[in-house]
């Protein structure tokens, strides 16, 4: 069983639908990151939560620790949303602090 | 404040041939890492530096790869000789640790196509 399970693996919506990407995980963690890839692109950092919730613009990220759950809201949702989202685990162990990272949910808004 | 710069972005070679790919870290990020990302998966860590020392090279294939991070600046990373299931983005991305928490910053990935 991989350490961290995204789901949808893939999502299509229409523009202005409010969108919601899970992510759960089953070992001790730091911090959960919530990242954004385009194609063709580099990976941009949306959210590092470790507790409670986190709102920038349209895109909300919450946590649960007791559950090991967390969830990426998009509200309003637009084409230029469209993109891979990775949720991520930093986990630490001494000085040696590591990234584990979700097979990402394609997401794809269409107009 | 720059951002983490790879090269080159794209590079199509044949099996058996060698690749180097370069990355220069955001200035003063102390921690360099270089990732493989297989289509349609998430990355997984080759090998991170701490300063010019190796913290985990734990999955890097050593009969083939190799990086190197001299004078704990820039790093690069080689394949030799490169194989059809290397093709995928290499990434690499650097982060200045506080506290228990960190975010990395990553560049825009290296496409590698081995034919």
């Known amino acids: 069983k991989n350490e961290v399970e995204q789901s949808p693996q893939n999502l299509t919506a229409q523009e202005g639908e409010f969108i919601t990407i899970n992510c759960s995980y089953s070992v001790g963690i730091s911090a959960l990151h919530w990242l954004q890839q385009h194609p063709g692109g580099g990976i941009v950092s949306l959210f590092m939560?470790?507790?409670g919730k986190k709102k920038h613009g349209r895109l909300i990220a919450t946590i649960n620790i007791q559950e090991k759950h967390s969830s990426l809201h998009i509200t309003a949702s637009h084409p230029r949303d469209s993109a891979v989202y990775i949720c991520?685990?930093?986990?630490?162990?001494?000085?040696?602090?590591?990234?584990?990272f979700g097979k990402g949910t394609l997401l794809t808004v269409n107009p | 404040e720059a951002g983490v710069a790879q090269s080159p972005r794209y590079k199509i070679i044949e099996k058996r041939q060698s690749v180097a790919f370069w990355c220069n870290p955001i200035s003063g990020h102390a921690t360099l890492y270089w990732y493989q990302q297989i289509l349609g998966q998430g990355p997984k860590l080759l090998i991170q530096f701490q300063n010019n020392g190796v913290v985990d090279d734990s999955q890097l294939p050593k009969d083939r790869f190799s990086a190197e991070r001299l004078k704990g600046v820039d790093s690069t990373l080689k394949i030799q000789p490169a194989k059809l299931e290397d093709s995928a983005v290499y990434l690499c991305?650097?982060?200045?640790?506080?506290?228990?928490?960190?975010?990395?910053?990553f560049g825009p990935g290296t496409r590698l196509t081995v034919t």
């Open positions: 991520a685990l930093s986990s630490s162990g001494g000085s040696n602090y590591k990234l584990t």
């Open positions: 991305a650097s982060s200045l640790p506080s506290r228990s928490l960190y975010e990395q910053y």
């Open positions: 939560l470790s507790s």
